[in-house]
DNA sequence: TATGAATGAGAATTCATTCAT
DNA sequence: GATGAATGAATTCTCATTCAT
């Protein structure tokens, strides 16, 4: 069970990440303040720095967590589609993620200037369910009889250039529109699975 | 005949645009004051708002100019190479761009975070001789009988997809060195050309 | 006759003369630069400093001529009714001086903050068609068998005491509005001449 | 009991409202910057955005304090005459005000230039004390028989004829210095309140 | 643990003024 | 006379960080 004492500590943490979520995305990094974030998050400013070291702290964990919580859900709405092809997996599990950042273009501006690969990598590794990508692609590569030992690098690749691609798309919808390029992404992602 | 005042502007333009590119590569772009780049170039410091609007518009100029410089430079790489068969060329393009990236890390830092499309745009339409990548890709395609009306999505794709890559890659060195992702990257590319 | 080069130069200093006027009452003297003040009036960031010592002698300028385009015009008006009475005489006058104040609230504002006796005395001085109010004023003093070495004093203070409440009810319309106070300005006003 | 961190609140908020009045009045409010108030005060110059917006927020509040304090002086001085004519503690009192300007010729300066009817009234409201200047008005109103609702406008045109040609005698000593202009003054100021 | 007043370095920006052309 | 590029001092204001309570 947890104490009170620590259950206003997580209150105050969490009231921080969540002010600094909404200034981050709606005013961006560098015009947030962490005298604004205390504010907005109900508490003295110098609480911030118990839970944080400074803004770049707290934009690295928004960070992970937020790009987590995106993979999680493609995740999922994957697994209850309960689709069988691996293709359709993998375009289904890619649409889901293309879905999601489409109803969320701050957080998508937020994450594409700061996600990087480790941050990414840390995600994975603190969130378990996020396994399961990697456990989907790995049984449709087995089923496919394709090369297991390129699932980290096509993965990797696959989601750079998804990442890329929808960042352009989305928020400057250039050089072209999701819709355009969508059908060209999906080509090419499925080249880099087959040989 | 270029009048004295006219040399001299372009002097000081210059001196601003060198000193800042000189300072944003070394100390970033956040830690880097107007202040410090007109004492760099030896001008006033209000001299430097007769050029640029702030420091972001400076930014913008040096990356669309770097980046362009650099996309020239591999186009020129590849033509001297005399290469004939349509995957050499951009292959030996691809390889260029990233030799030279690798050996400016500090501009691969600056202009992937800044670098959007419409700029590189930009850049494209401003310099005539990067047209000549472009030249160099329809001539391939119609040699291979390939699809032309893909080449600019393609192209655009390849370029996104070296970019992310490369700068992972060299600057972070994660998840893969360049020399593990090379080949990985290459393969996607020339995926992502045949058809 | 006058030069060419006369009526240029008479021309640039209208030019900043007027420029400066609608900057200064539609921005503030504060907020108005001297190269604002060029650039509206079309010559060069130099040539102000050509006619005008800086923004403050430019002001005062403004102030006088303006101030006593106002006498001048009220003086105007109040002959043209060709009225018999004294009374009748300074009470129009004054209502035309309001008239005017509250058509022109910008110039209000601007000269309320600037004007002073001194500048007020010069116009006068500068402008003999003013000169008429001061007979018009002697005239009546004499007809109505006042004491006519009272009218010097008498006229400050009535000019005084219309444009402080002028300013007060037009601008700020604190304590009373322009209407509200005129009776017992005028009641005020005619009691200061009559003993 | 004040605790020691509101004491020491209030020393700060003193101490930059006096060294801002000290220099608002000995080099012009133009000239002083909140860089030498807040040196004058010897606190950081961040603390000085604490108390105030901008300088003139500090400018708007020395006005009203000071303001308020003349007249809560010139009442006093009045009361402790024990006169019992009406129009001698309106004379005592305006002779009062006017002789209180004269020693503070810097502070007239600066009132003159910012004081404005809201702000007076500002002041009148928050100083209980300065309702007796009303208290007395009414006093005398009743005993000599006035009409009781003139009075409020007619202090409105006392306080404002007396600031103006006070400003104009005290400080440009224009077009009269003081000893001349106030007799007419008080006979002016006795016109008004008598019917 | 939590606070928020205090700090002062330092950032961006403006602007009057000069002077070579 | 007319210009406007160049200057750099000066100003405002912000903000991360500290620390006494």
Redesign the pocket.
């Known amino acids: 069970m947890i104490s009170k004492i620590e259950r ?2 997580l209150n ?1 943490e969490k009231s921080l990440f969540d002010a600094g979520y909404d200034l981050f995305i709606n005013q961006g990094i560098n ?1 947030t ?3 604004q974030i205390s504010k907005a998050a109900g ?5 911030f ?2 839970y944080f070291k ?2 770049y702290d707290l934009l690295d964990r928004i960070t992970i967590r937020k790009s987590s919580e995106i993979l999680n859900e493609a995740q999922k709405i994957t697994e209850e589609r309960q689709l069988t092809l691996f293709t359709d997996q993998v375009d289904c599990f890619i649409e889901s993620i293309l879905m999601i950042l489409e109803n969320e273009r701050l957080l998508l501006k937020l994450i594409h200037k700061n996600l990087s690969w480790p941050l990414l990598q840390k995600a994975i590794h603190d969130h378990d369910n996020i396994q399961s990508v990697y456990t989907m692609f790995k049984k449709g590569y087995i089923e496919n009889i394709l090369a297991t030992e390129n699932i980290d690098v096509s993965l990797y690749m696959i989601i750079e250039l998804t990442g890329s691609i929808a960042y352009n798309a989305i928020i400057k919808q250039e050089p072209y529109d999701l819709e355009t390029i969508k059908p060209h992404l999906f080509s090419t992602i499925n080249k880099i699975i087959m040989e």
């Open positions: 206003n500590k105050k015009d303040s962490i005298s508490v003295g400013k110098g609480t720095y118990l400074d803004k």
